[in-house]
């Protein structure tokens, strides 16, 4: 299997011997040492239909409102049938509960609205999702289904997963 983890950022993914997926780190901050430096509205580096999982760990929270859409057609170009889409970004209404009713801080809650930042633009939050924006957004691109991610082990794919992070899947 082949997989991209576009926008890798500091969690590259893996590919170890016999674990099943070959990883593909891509990020277009050069200080990260992704495998492919560049821009994840254009993928030309690989051909259409060849890709079995493509990821954005935390990056599309990252991208302006509507700015992702490159991002999803050229996912979508690049996996084959039946591949899947997977988009992990801050569950902002998890957070803004949690927050509302006391149980985290305002520097927990703000440093998911705005991004933790590191010296670079790019460190900044630029738009938000719950499971419903994420679903109707994902959507629009004609996927064969959208739903919650599952929370499956992917072999090399360093996934966090907490009460405040939303998981979707869209498969082609």
């Known amino acids: 299997m082949?997989?991209?983890?576009?926008?890798?950022?500091?969690?590259?993914?893996k590919s170890l011997p016999d674990?099943?997926?070959?990883?593909?780190n891509v990020d277009i901050q050069p200080r990260w040492n992704p495998d492919v430096i560049g821009d994840w509205n254009d993928l030309s580096f690989q051909a259409d239909n060849t890709v079995d999982l493509a990821v954005s760990h935390h990056s599309l929270e990252h991208a302006g409102c509507g700015e992702g859409s490159g991002f999803i057609h050229e996912a979508k170009r690049v996996l084959k049938p039946r591949g899947s889409l997977l988009i992990f970004v801050p569950d902002m209404r998890a957070l803004a509960q949690r927050w509302i009713?006391?149980?985290?801080?305002?520097?927990?809650?703000?440093t998911n609205v705005y991004g933790a930042y590191m010296g670079d633009e790019a460190d900044r939050?630029?738009?938000?999702?719950?499971?419903?924006?994420?679903?109707?957004?994902?959507?629009?691109f004609e996927f064969r289904d959208v739903h919650a991610f599952n929370w499956r082990t992917i072999p090399g794919a360093d996934i966090a997963r907490s009460w405040w992070i939303l998981g979707m899947e869209a498969i082609k």
């Not at 082949?2 to 993914?13: H, I, T």
């Not at 009713?101 to 703000?110: L, Y």
């Not at 939050?125 to 629009?140: A, E, F, I, M, N």
């Open 101 to 110: 009713t006391k149980q985290i801080d305002t520097q927990i809650f703000m």
């Open 2 to 13: 082949l997989g991209l983890n576009v926008g890798s950022g500091q969690r590259p993914f």
């Open 19 to 24: 674990d099943g997926v070959q990883w593909v």
């Open 125 to 140: 939050h630029r738009w938000g999702y719950d499971g419903d924006s994420l679903w109707r957004y994902l959507k629009q």
